[in-house]
């Protein structure tokens, strides 16, 4: 098993963090990776959907199944794939704290890699890492962008 933990201080209000990075019908264009995002079934909170990653390099276009339940009051939000690809399992746990900064926003993904594969846990950590790392910027960027036009208006 393998664990990712990464943080980014984004300086805006805590309720437009939470509804921009949890409206997953929008994370197309909140990040870069996303080709579509597909809401398949809400069963209360919980929400079954699918993404779909740009074509890579060789053209080829990924996609999973994934359910996240977020829960407002906590500011936590519990996910899992459920089409898992690679993983023997991936889930990962986002949770938002206030900060003289602004709102901390955690994003923790345990899995483990399927055996038989040309990469192994640690490889897909720092994947991961690198990915994630630059979303985290990326997203930064948008909801800051969005709460100074707020501001403004």
Known sequence: MAVTDNSVVIDAPMDLVWEMT???ASWPSLFSEYAA?????????T??????LHPDEDGQVWSWVSERTPDPVTRTVRARR??????VFMDLHW????TDAGVEMRWRQE????????FGDAEMAERLNTN??????RIKGLV???AARAVRS
């Open 95 to 98: 949770t938002y704290e206030q």
């Open 37 to 45: 995002a597909e809401i398949l079934d809400r069963d209360g909170a």
């Open 132 to 137: 994630t790392r630059r979303e985290m910027a």
């Open 82 to 87: 459920i089409e898992t690809g690679p993983f």
């Open 22 to 24: 949890n409206d997953v």
């Open 47 to 52: 929400l079954r959907f699918r993404l779909t």
């Open 111 to 118: 899995f483990e890699v399927r055996e038989g594969l040309p």
């Open 144 to 146: 800051e962008q969005a």
